[in-house]
């Protein structure tokens, strides 16, 4: 499981220890981006034993190329604030989400991701880590999760497909090409 909640996202030190806990407790190897500014006003202070319990499954990194960690075909799932750019990387390769809105676009995101493309569950209300440990376990190996991957194969598939020659997003953007270039004066 990659862990990212972007770069502009704060959580409170409870949220922090709900997150962690649930992690540990889902049994699950995980790759979990931490800001030294993820919590608000203090540091990321992680439970007191979460290391110990994770050490031979977890890895903590402060950054890394999201796009390459989403492309790894180790990765089986994203757990996001659900952030446009996490998004489309997600679908780009293939990953179901676990999405944790926060602010802006995030909700609706989610909500597409969750009840309209089938590729992802959502953190409802505040974070508890039973829920989180939960959805984890589905994601990774739950009946929902190997639907919610096929459907993210799917998406993957169809994005590609838009980005070909001849793509409705190639096309698209020829179209927008053409109509600008009719209206620009000479």
Request: proline share 4%; hydrophobic share 40%; with cysteine.
């Amino acid at each position: 499981v990659y862990v990212n909640f972007g770069s502009i996202t704060v959580l409170t030190t409870q949220q922090l220890a709900e997150f962690a806990t649930g992690l540990a407790d889902s049994g699950h190897q995980f790759l979990w981006i931490i800001r030294p500014d993820l919590v608000a006003g203090d540091s990321a202070v992680l439970p007191e034993s979460f290391l110990e319990r994770t050490a031979e499954r977890g890895y903590l990194a402060s950054w890394c190329p999201q796009e390459e960690v989403l492309a790894h075909p180790s990765v089986g799932g994203f757990l996001t604030h659900g952030g446009w750019n996490s998004m489309l990387e997600s679908i780009l390769n293939g990953v179901p989400m676990i999405c944790w809105p926060f602010f802006a676009e995030q909700p609706t995101n989610c909500r597409y991701a969750c009840r309209e493309w089938g590729i992802g569950m959502e953190v409802e209300g505040d974070v508890q880590r039973g829920q989180v440990e939960a959805l984890v376990r589905e994601l990774m190996g739950g009946d929902k999760g190997r639907e919610m991957r096929r459907n993210a194969i799917k998406w993957k598939e169809r994005a590609e497909e838009a980005a070909m020659c001849n793509g409705s997003s190639h096309r698209n953007m020829e179209r927008l090409v053409h109509d600008l270039l009719k209206e620009a004066p000479l």
